[in-house]
């Protein structure tokens, strides 16, 4: 069984940086992608970014890119999501799961944490 834990939300600041981490246990195997979801109070929860297990190799939601960034530490089995020029818009719960293969739709993904808050104020 798989358990993920997001942790390094808070309330920030528009325009402050803000990491996120997602502790992964059990098994992960090499063709896993590993994603980044965020939901708002009243919306639809939303692709933000997802890195391949193997090769590193990312994708990243149209409202993140060029802000966000992904990456991952296979010894440690964590994968990060740093944000940049944070908005108020991007004001949500962000949680991190993991897909058997690569994917932007969270129906894709099976395995969920239980989601970390960020809070932007402008």
């Known amino acids: 069984q798989v358990q993920l834990v997001e942790s390094g939300g808070g309330l920030v600041q528009a325009g402050d940086s803000l990491r996120l981490s997602c502790a992964i246990s059990?098994?992960?195997?090499?063709?896993?992608?590993v994603g980044w979801f965020r939901q708002a109070p009243g919306k639809e929860r939303e692709f933000v970014s997802t890195?391949?297990?193997?090769?590193?190799?990312?994708d990243y939601g149209d409202s993140v890119r060029g802000r966000f960034t992904t990456s991952r530490d296979n010894a440690k089995t964590l994968v990060y999501l740093q944000m940049n020029s944070l908005k108020p818009e991007d004001t949500a719960v962000y949680y991190c799961?993991?897909?058997?293969?690569?994917?932007?739709?969270?129906?894709?993904?099976?395995?969920w944490g239980q989601g970390t808050q960020v809070t932007v104020s402008s």
């Open positions: 890195i391949g297990w193997r090769l590193g190799r990312t």
């Open positions: 799961a993991i897909a058997r293969a690569y994917g932007r739709d969270w129906a894709d993904y099976k395995y």
């Open positions: 059990g098994p992960i195997i090499a063709s896993n992608w």
